[in-house]
């Protein structure tokens, strides 16, 4: 089993920035993919980005490419989601997740979900 717990969340005005925090716990993470995918009211869940954990490798949904980036702390078994240039179109609840393995390029079939954390962005 992995925990994860997200963190981090707001009210930012458009055009601004947050930092988003999961904390991860339970398991040994090197083999891991753990990505952030967000649900609007009305909407289906979207996957965000993603890495691998022991890599480093990245992957981003072309609506966020060069404005969000997701990174790991090992040491302290965190992924981070930096939000720049944050559009109302942003606003959700986002979830990180993980799953054991798999191709960076590959958005599915995670086992692991967080609780979510809100994020809203005025216009």
């Known amino acids: 089993q992995v925990q994860l717990v997200e963190s981090g969340g707001g009210l930012v005005q458009a055009g601004g920035s947050l930092r988003l925090s999961c904390a991860a716990s339970?398991?040994?993470?090197?083999?891991?993919?753990m990505g952030w995918f967000r649900q609007a009211p009305g909407k289906e869940r979207e996957f965000v980005a993603q890495?691998?954990?022991?890599?480093?490798?990245?992957y981003y949904a072309d609506s966020v490419k060069g404005r969000f980036t997701i990174s790991r702390y090992n040491a302290r078994n965190t992924m981070y989601l930096q939000m720049n240039s944050l559009k109302p179109e942003d606003a959700a609840v986002y979830f990180c997740?993980?799953?054991?393995?798999?191709?960076?390029?590959?958005?599915?079939?995670?086992?692991?979900w967080g609780q979510g954390t809100q994020v809203t962005v005025s216009s």
């Open positions: 997740a993980a799953r054991y393995g798999g191709s960076i390029l590959n958005t599915g079939l995670y086992d692991y």
């Open positions: 339970g398991r040994t993470l090197s083999n891991y993919v």
């Open positions: 890495i691998f954990w022991g890599g480093g490798n990245t």
